[in-house]
């Protein structure tokens, strides 16, 4: 079905399937170029001619446009946005949830499908590592407010890659067959503690009445 007409909105008409086509491509070169931080969907709309409210209406955010260009699955981005719902009570156990879960279900690595739109394989690493930067590490260090919040969230991303290192690429047993339970129960804590046990940042804001 074609898109009704609107003489207020950029380029010649297209259906809907090329329309959002032309905005992925725009958005993969985008993100190629200037990087996740760099590219807005104001930018991705004016490359592929098309009105912002478009780009919102197929994607819904700037996550969801970047799942898509990258081809993650749909339910990823909302899926990181449910570990930050209930602050950090428990957010060490919602964060092994949600990505053992969405790794299990997967049926592509991350870095498989980024590499098929990025010049090169350490182009792919650097833009899923800002993708994580930004829209997780950078998150739990501000929701934390400590002067060491951004190395409690280095922390954070030790574990998460070290299990999934161990279980998906180097598939180490008893880690590899575990249930998702399992290493919830197991790596919740240990990341929980990360965040939000003893350091020396807590003690010295502690200290100064902060």
Known sequence: MSEPENPGRPGRWRTGAESRQRILDAARALFREHGYGGTTVRAVAAEAEVDPAMVFYFFRTKQGLFAAAIELPERVPP?????????????????????????????????????????????????????????LSGRLAAMLGTPDAGLRAGMVNVQILGLAVARYIVRIEPIASASVDDLVALFGPVVQHCLTGPGSGRQAAGAAGV
Request: proline fraction near 4%; glycine fraction near 6%.
């Open 79 to 135: 899926a990181i946005e449910s570990i930050f719902d209930h602050g950090l009570d428990g957010i060490g156990e919602r964060i092994i949830r949600t990505l053992v879960e969405n790794l299990d279900r997967s049926d592509r690595a991350p870095l498989v499908t980024l590499a098929r739109s990025a010049p090169t394989h350490d182009r792919s690493q650097e833009l899923l590592r800002e993708y994580i930067d930004r829209e």
